[in-house]
């Protein structure tokens, strides 16, 4: 899986997590996405590193708990993008977010975070179109248009 590195910083910003789960289709790659449990936008896995686990490890159980997916993942980032998440608190901290392809392998019936979220296959181009972060519209584009 080829992809353009977004160069992006982690001085002073929060390091963030995500996988970017996809599978082969008939038709070409598809991508899938889940909802975020407060506003229901279009999101991919992402949370915060884990002690004891490498950030693509940390990746790779984040979309477990979210999404119920497991699958291969890429140890190598593809590239990341910045956003300002507001926290339970009303702070709003600065976040960089380091995206990790993990190619899905499978689909599980049941997992922690179902009850909270939707997940659904897109093509590249449709899934880039619906999530709202700038930076991660382009990280999609250019790694899987």
């Known amino acids: 899986m080829a992809g353009a590195f977004?160069?992006?910083?982690?001085?002073?910003?929060?390091?963030q997590i995500?996988?970017?789960?996809?599978r082969?289709?008939?038709?070409?790659i598809e991508i899938l996405l889940i909802t975020s449990r407060e506003t229901k936008r279009w999101v991919i896995p992402k949370g915060w590193p884990m002690n004891g686990k490498q950030d693509h490890e940390a990746a790779a159980q984040e979309a477990f708990e979210e999404a119920g997916i497991k699958g291969r993942i890429n140890e190598k980032?593809?590239?990341?993008?910045?956003?300002?998440k507001k926290q339970k608190s009303g702070a709003i901290v600065d976040c960089v977010v380091?995206?990790?392809?993990?190619?899905?392998?499978k689909l599980l019936r049941d997992w922690p975070e179902k009850g909270q979220r939707k997940r659904k296959w897109f093509k590249p181009k449709?899934?880039?179109?619906?999530?709202?972060?700038?930076g991660l519209k382009a990280v999609i584009e250019a790694t899987l248009a």
Do not use: D, Q, W
């Not at 995500?18 to 996809?22: D, F, Q, V």
């Not at 980032?77 to 300002?84: P, Q, V």
């Open 6 to 15: 977004r160069a992006v910083t982690t001085l002073e910003h929060h390091k």
């Open 18 to 22: 995500a996988a970017l789960p996809y």
């Open 24 to 28: 082969k289709a008939k038709h070409g």
């Open 77 to 84: 980032s593809i590239g990341g993008y910045a956003y300002k």
């Open 98 to 105: 380091m995206i990790y392809p993990l190619e899905v392998s």
């Open 126 to 134: 449709k899934a880039a179109s619906l999530v709202n972060e700038e």
